[in-house]
């Protein structure tokens, strides 16, 4: 098992199109996921629940970061609804780890803009996927995001 640390800087201005800057030495499976999963930031920015459907396995778990679980086809509606919109999403501080040879595991952190109904918020996420090849297309078969509350520390010994 190999576990690769991959030094990333993402820009994705979902406006004007997807633009990644990056610094990779990597597997080709690694470097397959993260192309994956930079397809699923843009398609998330398009609202295309087409291009989302295809990039998420049909046993997929999406746990947002206020704890509420999709399914992918859950979610899939929900975009196809229009309630949610991003915008300006970047990418930083990616990480991966191959635990097979067809399933990564990607860390990182995401900031964006999100609309939620009529209200747009700026959002910082450290968020967890694990994409998995299924039958020659990677796709993402789980998430688990989180809002960053502060920095965790162990108290000393008395």
Do not use: C
Not at 19 to 25: F, S, Y
Not at 72 to 95: C, I, P, R
């Amino acid at each position: 098992m190999k576990i690769l640390p991959v030094r990333f800087l993402a820009s994705v201005m979902l406006l004007a199109g997807l633009v990644l800057a990056a610094e990779i030495r990597a597997e080709p499976a690694v470097i397959a996921a993260l192309k994956a999963d930079q397809a699923r930031l843009a398609a998330m920015a398009a609202g295309d629940a087409a291009a989302l459907g295809k990039l998420m396995s049909d046993q997929l778990n999406f746990v947002h970061s206020d704890g509420r679980v999709e399914s992918k086809k859950d979610y899939v509606q929900n975009v196809l609804a229009g309630d949610v919109a991003y915008a300006d999403v970047k990418t930083l501080d990616v990480e991966t780890t191959q635990i097979a040879p067809d399933v990564v595991v990607v860390f990182g952190v995401q900031q964006m803009r999100k609309r939620l109904g009529s209200e747009w918020s700026n959002i910082t996420l450290r968020y967890l996927g694990v994409w998995r090849n299924e039958s020659g297309s990677w796709r993402l078969v789980a998430w688990q995001s989180a809002r960053p509350s502060g920095n965790s520390t162990v108290p000393g010994k008395k």
